[in-house]
């Protein structure tokens, strides 16, 4: 006698063909959340990287700056120590400047050349005197420009002295010192400086 299957298999089939999808979509499901999982471990280990680099960065910038700073302070520092070693040269040199010019007039003022007075004012050397004659004087000068310590003989004026009946001539002659302090430069005019530095900026 022949069987008949009385069962609904057609449902049964279909709630199969169901489960089935719904496991391959939560297995789908699965994968893309470790997928995404996997992508924002990834992006997250390098922001973190790339964190750790900046703050390594700042902080040797800070390292950095600091060293800066403290060149900056040495610098200051061998500036100053330059400038007090320049001004003791220049003590040094000057201790025995007036010893050193006394003895070089003395050799360079020749006969019939008399002189009154010396006046020294940084390197420059303002001398008065007496001459027998323009001859003397000329002498003087040639000798002077060939002094290891006076140069620039500037002669000012020479008339004939009123005291001595016209034997004698007086003379005042401007000299400079080799090697001497020179004057200081005296302050630019605020209108010329604001000039100076609107000409610079165009």
Do not use: C
Not at 33 to 61: C, D, H, K, P
Not at 135 to 163: C, G
């Amino acid at each position: 006698m022949a069987s008949i299957n009385l069962l609904p298999w057609r449902e049964a089939a279909r709630k199969q063909q169901q489960l089935n999808y719904l496991t391959v979509l939560a297995q789908v499901a699965v994968l893309a959340f470790v997928l995404m999982f996997i992508v924002y471990w990834l992006y997250q280990a390098r922001v973190e990287g790339q964190l750790s680099r900046n703050t390594l960065l700042e902080t040797e910038i800070q390292v950095l700056d600091q060293r800066i700073a403290q060149i900056r302070e040495l610098e200051k520092q061998k500036a100053g120590l330059q400038q007090r070693m320049s001004l003791i040269e220049q003590l040094q040199r000057s201790r025995n400047l007036g010893t050193q010019i006394m003895d070089e007039v003395a050799k360079t003022v020749p006969a019939g050349v008399y002189l009154v007075s010396l006046d020294k004012k940084f390197n420059r050397l303002l001398v008065t005197g007496k001459s027998e004659s323009n001859n003397r004087l000329s002498s003087l000068l040639r000798v002077i420009e060939q002094s290891p310590l006076l140069t620039l003989p500037v002669l000012e004026f020479i008339q004939a002295s009123k005291e001595d009946s016209g034997l004698l001539s007086d003379f005042k002659m401007h000299l400079h010192l080799v090697g001497a302090e020179p004057p200081p430069l005296p302050p630019e005019p605020a209108g010329k400086a604001g000039a100076a530095k609107s000409g610079a900026s165009k």
